[in-house]
């Protein structure tokens, strides 16, 4: 299985699956006209990755701004994914989905995500103090 490499748009996020490292990054707004046709990919990639039995875990690092309703149901499709991994085949699935703390709409649709899965779920302020 090869990286994925989805470069971000005005209307949809950057995504970068690095299989070697275990790791998923989601970062920027989610809005794209048709999502699910957009989140496809990134179904079709936690798949195959966890198909290969040699893939006990896997980091998920969100970084998303703003999604759309729709967006919100392709997100919530992938937490459903990594939970049939989690409690049928025992995987260490770990979420960190980081927000700024001036975006309060955000934090809310974050913690409805974090009430529906069994995994690690962490919710971690962006650190903005330089």
């Given at each position: 299985?090869?990286?994925?490499?989805?470069?971000?748009?005005?209307?949809?996020?950057?995504?970068?699956?690095?299989?070697?490292?275990?790791?998923?990054?989601?970062?920027?707004?989610?809005?794209?006209?048709?999502?699910?046709?957009?989140?496809?990919?990134?179904?079709?990639?936690?798949?195959?990755?966890?198909?290969?039995?040699?893939?006990?875990?896997?980091?998920?690092?969100?970084?998303?701004?703003?999604?759309?309703?729709?967006?919100?149901?392709?997100?919530?499709?992938?937490?459903?994914?990594?939970?049939?991994?989690?409690?049928?085949?025992?995987?260490?699935?770990?979420?960190?989905?980081?927000?700024?703390e001036e975006n309060e709409e955000i934090v809310e649709i974050i913690e409805e995500?974090?009430?529906?899965?069994?995994?690690?779920?962490?919710?971690?302020?962006?650190?903005?103090?330089?």
């Amino acid at each position: 299985m090869t990286d994925l490499f989805i470069k971000a748009t005005k209307y949809s996020p950057e995504v970068y699956f690095q299989v070697n490292n275990s790791k998923l990054t989601i970062k920027g707004e989610s809005y794209p006209e048709n999502s699910f046709e957009f989140y496809t990919s990134i179904f079709a990639a936690i798949k195959d990755y966890f198909s290969d039995n040699s893939h006990n875990k896997l980091l998920i690092e969100i970084y998303l701004t703003y999604l759309n309703t729709s967006s919100s149901k392709c997100i919530m499709n992938i937490f459903d994914i990594l939970e049939l991994y989690y409690k049928k085949n025992n995987k260490d699935i770990s979420i960190v989905w980081f927000y700024d703390e001036e975006n309060e709409e955000i934090v809310e649709i974050i913690e409805e995500f974090k009430e529906d899965v069994s995994y690690n779920f962490e919710i971690k302020k962006i650190n903005t103090d330089i």
